[in-house]
């Protein structure tokens, strides 16, 4: 058996028991129930081929979003009330002083937000 797949089924088997009293979700999710060879049959399946200018479009309309100027911080915390959450996450390059990238990466990542923060200082100054 692929050890992840043990992993996995050894996970699914404390979820389980956890759920007894009704504290996860997890039991909700579609491939609950089902054995490790069934899990191994899906992921070996055919995938159908994606079309890249459908990925381009659904990244663009992303970034349209997120990164709109009219999006702006607010203190609703029913996610029910809202059309659409975003979760942004940053690791910072350092850790101590040891870098998770190369300086030439941490350089160019610095110039894209520093890029991305006067986009959206002109778009807000042109409405």
């Known amino acids: 058996m692929n050890c992840s797949l043990k992993r996995f089924e050894n996970r699914l088997d404390s979820l389980r028991g956890a759920s007894a009293g009704g504290r996860c979700g997890f039991l909700n999710h579609p491939f ?7 899990l191994a049959e ?4 055919p995938k159908a081929p994606r079309d890249p ?9 992303i970034n349209r979003q997120t990164d709109s100027p009219e999006l702006q911080p607010h203190d609703e915390e029913d996610i029910d009330k809202m059309d659409y959450a975003t979760v ?3 690791v ?20 894209h937000e520093q890029e991305k923060a006067a986009d959206g200082n002109h778009q807000s100054e042109a409405h």
């Open 92 to 111: 910072h390059p350092k850790k101590g002083r040891w870098l998770r990238f190369s300086e030439d990466q941490i350089k160019r990542m610095l110039e």
């Open 88 to 90: 942004r996450r940053m």
């Open 32 to 38: 609950v129930g089902q054995t490790s060879s069934a």
């Open 42 to 45: 899906i992921a070996a399946a």
């Open 53 to 61: 200018e459908e990925d381009r479009r659904i990244v663009e309309e």
